[in-house]
């Protein structure tokens, strides 16, 4: 079954470094999300991504924050200059009908 | 966007069939009913989707009346694995909206 999935699984930073967090959608899945969950609280959306291009995005996709597909399999969110409160799990998402996640980066920023 | 309401947790034990309820008094003409379930450290999972009647997979049935402004999520014969957190979610096109997670109903099972 085909399936979302993420690299790295765990990354630790130092605040004010930047990260790239990748994914890796389902193939024939034409839309992209990126979603965030803070240790504890609620899954949160970030952005979503069609054709190439930003479709919708939330208050906490900032300029901090950017999303690329460099090629035709990859989808990346960078988060520049970290911040201790960036620290949570990232899942990227892909669909066509319904959204499937992936198993997530965990992201701690010291 | 119709707000989902479920129960803030429930407990189980095994083999027993559990069933969630999901209230969505505004939901809309063209929105559908979107279950996914969420391990601890993990994404969230798809479950079921449905518009109204019944609807049932490998994994679970999904309940929905006609005035369709609630749903019940049954899981048959539940295990210890399907110890987690369940979200109620109501949708037009799921596949291209950004979602919105509520707490969802944290669901322990017992031996």
């Known amino acids: 079954e085909p399936e979302v999935t993420q690299t790295p699984s765990h990354q630790v930073t130092q605040m004010g470094q930047e990260v790239i967090l990748r994914c890796v959608p389902i193939s024939n899945h034409l839309y992209f999300y990126w979603y965030r969950q803070i240790l504890g609280q609620k899954v949160e959306f970030l952005v979503s991504?069609?054709?190439?291009?930003?479709?919708?995005k939330s208050e906490i996709f900032d300029d901090q924050f950017s999303v690329e597909r460099p090629d035709g399999s990859n989808f990346t969110l960078k988060i520049r200059s970290t911040k201790l409160e960036d620290s949570a799990m990232y899942f990227c998402a892909s669909s066509s009908e319904t959204q499937y996640f992936g198993p997530g980066t965990r992201l701690l920023v010291l | 966007l119709a707000k989902t309401t479920q129960p803030i947790s429930m407990d189980s034990y095994e083999g027993q069939e559990v069933n969630i309820t999901c209230s969505h008094n505004?939901?809309?003409?063209?929105?559908?009913i979107t279950w996914y379930q969420q391990f601890p450290s993990q994404g969230p999972r798809f479950i079921i989707q449905?518009?109204?009647t019944k609807v049932t997979n490998e994994v679970a049935s999904l309940f929905i009346p006609a005035d369709r402004k609630s749903s019940t999520l049954s899981l048959p014969r539940v295990s210890l694995s399907d110890t987690a957190v369940y979200y109620c979610l109501s949708y037009m096109d799921t596949g291209r909206r950004a979602l919105t997670f509520g707490s969802g109903t944290r669901l322990q099972v017992q031996p």
């Open positions: 991504f069609y054709n190439n291009e930003i479709s919708e």
């Open positions: 449905g518009y109204k």
């Open positions: 505004n939901i809309a003409t063209n929105d559908y």
